[in-house]
T-cell receptor, first 115, second 113 residues
């Protein structure tokens, strides 16, 4: 699987935008970038994913560089409830489809939103 | 739409016993995956089932097994429990393609004493 690199921790003031970076320099052309977050003692929550184009949904925006070697997750107006571990994952797309259900989680970024 | 449901939420077992965990996927999802989360190893993939067939398996011993039923519900079994099996076990369901996200349940917290 393509390896991802994320900062260990980040801080953000409530109401400001939180920009979480991720490097995935070995990503292949058919591999998606997925973002999840996990609040303590809960299961990971899906946030957003993309292949080549920037994506936006009700939770966040995903900006993928043109060379696809890095991406940024943007939470436009962070709240205290956004405090969590954020995981950037490159989802391998094997031709046989045997890895559909396999996500390789790294250590993620601990985002702390301050009042 | 109901999310992924895992039962029980908490479980305490003794070394040597066996345990079965249950997962009900989101309606319409045919793929169910299982993960183990520990403080030391993080989130690790156990196996995935799709249409009652195991499609992929992680690097875990044979004591860890699973199955999927015709209604897509899945069970995971761990035999001869060891202290190191204490973990949060997470189930995720999806439609089963790379453009469909996995949706996770809140897990079963297993403690082995």
């Amino acid at each position: 699987d393509a390896k991802t690199t994320q900062p260990t921790s980040m801080d953000c003031a409530e109401g400001r935008a939180a920009n979480l970076p991720c490097n995935h320099s070995t990503i292949s052309g058919n591999e998606y970038v997925y973002w999840y977050r996990q609040i303590h003692s809960q299961g990971p929550q899906y946030i957003i994913h993309g292949l080549k184009n920037n994506e936006t949904n009700e939770m966040a925006s995903l900006i993928i560089t043109e060379d696809r070697k890095s991406s940024t997750l943007i939470l436009p107006h962070a709240t205290l409830r956004d405090t969590a571990v954020y995981y950037c994952i490159v989802r391998v797309a094997d031709a046989g489809g045997t890895s559909y259900g396999k996500l390789t989680f790294g250590q993620g970024t601990i985002l702390t939103v301050h009042p | 739409k109901a999310g992924v449901t895992q039962t029980p939420r908490y479980l305490i077992k003794t070394r040597g016993q066996q345990v079965t965990l249950s997962c009900s996927p989101i309606s319409g999802h045919r793929s169910v995956s299982w993960y183990q989360q520990t403080p030391g190893q993080g989130l690790q993939f156990l196996f995935e089932y799709f249409s009652e067939t195991q499609r992929n398996k992680g690097n875990f011993p044979g004591r860890f097994s699973g199955r999927q039923f015709s209604n897509s519900r899945s069970e995971m079994n761990v035999s001869t429990l060891e202290l190191g099996d204490s973990a949060l076990y997470l189930c995720a369901s999806s439609l089963g393609d790379f453009n469909s996200p996995l949706h996770f349940g809140n897990g079963t917290r297993l403690t082995v004493t």
